[in-house]
């Protein structure tokens, strides 16, 4: 049956994942974003400034899923100015899309809203389900993200949308073919720049595009799934093992490591922050595997060799 999907924020990476396998299945799909182009793919864009109500919410009456995906990206220094646009980006789109859900007459039955799995506590021992325990750390420099992700997933609690299955997306690290962090990893790896970071220690956790997508899909079709779910593949890795496997997949028998000191200072020249490759991120997909989804790369060796041989790659 043809579905109407709302994807608010969908111009990017994952959202553009996503519109390509909903259209190929013959949904009905409208991209919110704040620049609309028109398309010759079948997907329809329409403005919206992720934060207040507008034409857009006539869309969303009717519609049967949607999904925001709105949120500055955090890939940059934490100055005062980028902390009030990466918290405002994901809060205000959140309440935005909550109040257009709530003054629906005929309310989507599911709401995905992006979170993020950083919730969970720096930790190289016992992997976190949805039950594992929360929280920054000083050594892992995660305050501010703890921060975000509250507030994130409060304004999705607190939206008063009884008619709307609500699900939280606590996502991992997405592997894609030419977007994401992979096309990074992979030209570091080739430029023998591959080694291990600070300790290597630190797990990495991570879900192939296609999981991703494909779990997208689980969550939508099983009723039974609300509230927080983590999208992570079933097995995480130590940052050592992930460069490892990384330079193996490009053929390149060496990398040079990063400690700790030399990734503060890089940090500081490609204006970003280290907590993005410091903490020790060890997520399972608690409910996806107890509602029986499975994986189609759940070893990440097998991910790194399909994206590297994708034609996108």
């Not at 409208?30 to 207040?52: C, F, H, M, Q, Y």
């Not at 940090?267 to 997520?283: D, N, P, Q, Y």
Request: hydrophobic share 40%.
């Amino acid at each position: 049956m043809r579905r109407r999907i709302i994807l608010a924020g969908g111009s990017g990476f994952l959202g553009t994942a996503l519109a390509r396998k909903f259209t190929s299945r013959g949904d009905d799909i409208i991209v919110l974003t704040r620049s609309p182009e028109e398309r010759n793919d079948g997907v329809r864009e329409v403005a919206w400034d992720a934060k207040n109500l507008g034409d857009w919410v006539a869309l969303v009456d009717g519609a049967d899923v949607v999904i925001n995906l709105n949120g500055r990206s955090v890939d940059c220094r934490y100055t005062e100015r980028n902390r009030q646009a990466i918290i405002s980006s994901r809060v205000d789109s959140t309440k935005a899309v909550g109040e257009a859900i709530a003054r629906c007459s005929k309310p989507p039955r599911v709401w995905l809203n992006a979170s993020s799995a950083t919730i969970y506590k720096h930790t190289f021992d016992r992997a976190a389900d949805e039950s594992g325990e929360t929280g920054a750390t000083a050594e892992a420099k995660d305050e501010f993200s703890l921060e975000v992700i509250r507030q994130w997933e409060q304004a999705l609690h607190e939206a008063v949308t009884p008619g709307t299955r609500k699900v939280a997306l606590r996502t991992t690290m997405v592997l894609g073919p030419g977007s994401g962090v992979f096309p990074v990893l992979r030209r570091l790896a080739r430029f023998g720049l591959g080694g291990k970071m600070a300790s290597g220690k630190q797990y990495m956790s991570w879900i192939h595009q296609e999981d991703f997508c494909r779990a997208i899909e689980w969550l939508i079709d099983h009723d039974e799934l609300s509230g927080p779910i983590n999208l992570a593949a079933p097995n995480p890795v130590t940052n050592t093992e992930m460069m490892r496997l990384m330079r193996k997949t490009c053929g390149i028998p060496f990398g040079l490591p990063a400690t700790r000191w030399m990734l503060e200072i890089g940090a500081v020249f490609l204006r970003t922050e280290t907590e993005l490759i410091i903490k020790s991120r060890r997520v399972i997909p608690g409910k996806l595997f107890a509602s029986g989804f499975q994986f189609h790369f759940p070893e990440v060796e097998n991910a790194l060799r399909n994206l590297q041989h994708s034609k996108a790659a």
